[in-house]
C-alpha cells in the first residue's frame, strides 16, 4: 500500500509537494547543465543533461546495487569498482546515451570521472559515473567534459530537484521521495519510466542521507530495502543494462536506530518503485498483485511478475476489460513451465477485493461483471484517445495517488507472500517505442 | 526459411491458393455450422461455430500433444484420457468459450463428446473436444447440441477449408498447409492470433493424414516436428491453457519411408507456425532470431524467445527502428537471469545479414544505421494507421509470404542451434486487446 492518499488537481499543486520533498540533506550539493550535441551513430543533433550530486566532504559511508543484466553498461563496470574505493565524493550522471556496448565505453567513463574530480577537488575514484539512454551509441565525451564546470557551478545545497530532473529521458514527472526522521532525512530520486524491470537493483536510484550509518550498516540496508521494492516492480519485463541504485551518507546527523532507518529507506524506497511504475511508458493503470499462501516467497513473486508481465493481461487492464481469464492463463503459464506439480486445487483469487475464482472455477455473472468494470475504471489514471496526428501522449502530471488494480492470489499452500507492482499495457507505449524514433 | 515464397497480390489469389492446399487426405470428411448464443457471464448475444472433423473408419493411428500450462482447459484434460483410448474417430471443436476453469467444464466436454458420437455413430471416447477463446466462461452446452446435426449433416470429403474457417477466433486469414508424398498427403490447420507462446504444443492445430503409419511412430513424428516448429514461436509470450495439436492417420495409403513422413510433417508444422505468428494479433513484422555457437539448445531458443519477447525490441521493430541496444539488452537480460557467467566476449549479432555487433561493441555509423532502416521496413507488412475512430485494424490478408527481419546471434561458444520466430508488438495489437471488450 502506497503511504500517500494525495491526488493532484493540478501542476502548480504537484510542483509545490515536489518543492517540499527536495529538501536536501545536510553535506550534499547538486546541479545540472544542458546542451546540444551530435550523436556518431546518427549524425541528428540533441540535446543531453549533466547532472551533478556532490558531498561537502567524500564519504566512507556508501552503497550501491547494479543490474544483473550480462551486458552490463560501462558505468556499471566501473560503478562495481567503485564499491572497493575507500571513500565516494559526487555521482555524476548524464540522460541520452547509456554508454552500453559502445566503443571505448570503460576508458570513456573513466575520463570524465577524473574530469569531474579535478573540477571538485577529489581523485577520480572518488566519482561514480551514471548514464541512461540509448544503448550502443558512445558518449559525446568532449561535449561532456566541457559542460561539466557548468554543471559544478551550478551546484546549491537546498534542493534535489534539479537533479531529479536533470536524469530523467522519457519520464513525466521528477521522482522524489524522502523520510524525515531522527532529526536527519533521507532523500531520493529515480528516472525509469521503459526497459523496466529490475534485477537485484533498478534504473537510476539516487538516495542521500546525513543520517550517521556505518558503510556495512548501509549496504545491508539498502540490500533489503531493494529487494522489497525495486525488485518486486516490472514496467515491461526488460531488465535494463545501466540500472544503479546508490546510498550516499554524509554521516552529519548521529542516527540512533539503525532498525527505523530501514524502515525509512525501505519506505522510500517503495514509494519510488511506485512511482515509476506509475510513470511507467503510457501507463493507465497501475496493478498490484498480492500472492498470499505461497510455498515461497520467490514463488510468490514469480506468479506475481507472471501476472503483471503478461501482454494480454496488460491490454485486457487498459481496456478497462474484466477478462480475468487471462489471470489465470498468465498464473498456469508460470506454475506449468516453472513449478510443474504445486498444487493449484485451493487457489482463490480477488479483483478490486471481490471473489473472483475458488474451487477451480470462475464465480462470474453480468452483476459480478459490473463490479470489476467499476474497479478497474475506477483505478484509471486517464482515458486513452489520439492526438490529431494520430500518436498516443499522456496528459498526466500528478503523483502521489494511491489508485491501483488491486489483484490478491492465494495459493493456500504455505506462508510466504509477496507483492508485484505492474501496469498495464496501452497504445501510449506504442506511441512512445514504436512511432517516434529515439 | 520458409518453404514457399510466393505473396499474394489480391485476396483472390489467396483463396485460389487455400483451396488447392485443402484437399482433404482419403478418408476424412469435415463440416461447421454457425449460430447465435448468449454467454452467461455477460448476457450479451455472440455468434460460436462447431466445428467436426470427421474419419470414416476410427482409427488407432493418433497423436496429441497438449498444453503445459498449469490451469488446462477442460478438453484437455479430456484429450489427455483419449491417448489412452483405443481408437479416434472425430475432433468436435468450438470457437468463442475455451472451457477452461468453468463449472462442470469436463462434464460439459464429454457430453459433447457423446452427443456427437450418438450423431457420428461413434463411442464418446472415440471423440476429441477441442474449445479456444475467452477463458473462465461456460460452454453453451444446450446451443451447441442443438447444433450437431448441422455440422453433421454438413460433413464433405473434398476440403478442409470450413474446418479452417471454423476454428479460428480473432485470426485474420485461415491457416492451411500441406505436404504430397507417396500418392497420400499431410494436411494440417492451424487456428491462432494470440496468447501465443506454445510450451510443449500450441493453440490448435490439426493435422491429417492418409498415409498408413502406426501409433507410434505417429507419435513420435509429432513430438519431433512440434518441438522444431511451435515449441520455437511467441507472439506475446503467453502460453494459453487450451493448446492442442492432434495428428490423425486413417492409413489409406501405404507410407514407404517413414522418415520422409516425418520431413514432410516437420515442414508442415513448420509453415503454419510461421503462418500463426504473421497472423499474429497486429503483427506488421515476423521476427526470425537465428541463434548459433550456443553451447546447448535451450540455450539458443531461450536467447531467442528472450529477443522476440521484449516489449522493447518489438515495438523498435514495429516502428522500423534499429534500435538495436535493445536487441543487447534482452540477450543479456536473459543471460543475466538464467545463465550468470556464460562467456559473451564472442557475441557477435547481424541484422538483415549485416554485422552490428563484435568484440563486445557496436559497429554503428549512419550508414550501417541507413541499411538496417531499409532491412527493417523491406520486412514490414503493412504500414500502421488508425481508422477515423480512433482504432488500428489491419488490412492485410495474405500468406505465405517471406519477408522478416533476419536476427543473427552467434555466441561463438558451441555448436548448437536454435531459430525462434516472433513478431513485433503495435497500436493493433493494443486494439484488438484493449480497445475492444472479448
Known amino acids: 500500500m502506497p503511504s500517500t492518499s494525495l491526488s493532484f488537481a493540478s501542476r502548480d499543486a504537484h510542483r509545490a509537494w515536489l518543492a517540499a ?37 567524500p564519504t566512507d559511508a556508501f552503497a550501491a546495487m547494479f543490474t544483473r543484466n550480462a551486458f552490463p553498461g560501462a558505468p556499471i563496470i566501473v ?21 552500453v556496448c559502445a566503443p571505448g ?9 577524473t574530469e569531474a574530480g579535478k573540477k571538485l577537488g577529489i581523485a577520480s575514484d572518488e566519482v561514480l559515473p551514471s548514464s ?31 537533479a531529479a530532473e536533470g536524469i530523467v529521458t522519457t519520464d513525466l514527472y521528477p521522482k522524489i521521495r524522502r523520510a524525515d526522521l531522527a532529526g536527519g532525512s533521507i532523500v531520493g530520486i529515480a528516472k525509469g519510466a521503459g526497459m523496466i524491470e529490475p534485477n537485484l537493483a533498478t534504473m537510476l536510484v539516487y538516495l542521500l542521507t546525513d543520517l550517521d ?45 539503525l532498525a527505523a532507518f530501514s524502515q525509512a529507506l525501505a519506505r522510500v524506497c517503495a514509494d519510488l518503485a511506485e512511482d515509476v511504475a506509475r510513470n511507467g511508458e503510457g501507463v493507465h493503470h497501475v496493478i ?58 485451493r487457489l482463490r483469487l480477488t479483483l478490486g477485493g471481490r471473489t473472483i475464482f475458488a474451487d477451480g472455477a470462475f464465480r462470474l455473472d453480468p452483476s459480478a461483471e459490473g463490479a470489476l468494470v467499476a474497479h478497474l475504471k475506477g483505478a484509471e489514471l486517464y482515458a486513452s484517445g489520439p492526438a490529431k496526428d494520430g ?48
Open 21 to 57: 520533498q527536495a529538501r536536501l540533506p545536510a553535506g550534499f550539493r547538486c546541479g545540472a547543465t544542458r546542451f546540444a550535441f551530435t550523436p556518431f551513430e546518427v549524425a541528428k543533433p540533441a540535446r543531453m543533461t549533466v547532472t551533478v550530486i556532490a558531498l561537502d566532504q
Open 213 to 257: 550509518v556505518g558503510r556495512d550498516d548501509l549496504r545491508a540496508a539498502l540490500t533489503a530495502a531493494v529487494d522489497g521494492s525495486f525488485n518486486c516492480m516490472s514496467i515491461d519485463s526488460d531488465t535494463s543494462t545501466s540500472d544503479t541504485v546508490a546510498l550516499l551518507s554524509s554521516r552529519r546527523v548521529p542516527c540512533p536506530d
Open 132 to 162: 541512461t539512454g540509448v544503448i550502443g551509441w558512445r558518449l559525446p565525451e568532449d561535449a561532456i567534459t566541457a559542460n561539466l564546470p557548468a554543471a559544478v557551478a551550478a551546484l546549491q545545497a537546498e534542493s534535489i530537484l534539479p
Open 391 to 438: 500518436v498516443f501522449t499522456p496528459p498526466i502530471d500528478f503523483p502521489p495517488h494511491e489508485r491501483a488494480v488491486e489483484i490478491g492470489i492465494d495459493l493456500g499452500i504455505g506462508n510466504a507472500m509477496g507483492t508485484v507492482i505492474g501496469t498495464d499495457r496501452s497504445h501510449e507505449y506504442i506511441s512512445e517505442n514504436a512511432d517516434y524514433r529515439s
Open 105 to 113: 565505453g570503460v576508458e570513456t567513463a573513466e575520463r570524465i570521472c
Open 79 to 99: 560503478g562495481r569498482k567503485r564499491l572497493a574505493a575507500p571513500r565516494l565524493g559526487a555521482v555524476v550522471v548524464n540522460n541520452k546515451i547509456s554508454n
Open 288 to 345: 498490484r498483485a498480492a500472492v498470499t499462501g505461497a510455498p515461497d516467497r520467490d514463488c510468490a513473486r514469480a506468479i506475481g511478475k507472471s501476472v503483471v508481465n503478461s501482454p494480454l493481461f496488460q491490454c485486457a487492464v487498459c481496456g478497462n476489460d474484466p477478462n480475468v481469464g487471462r489471470l489465470v492463463c498468465a498464473i498456469g503459464k508460470e506454475v506449468g513451465r516453472n513449478r510443474p506439480g504445486l498444487d493449484l486445487s
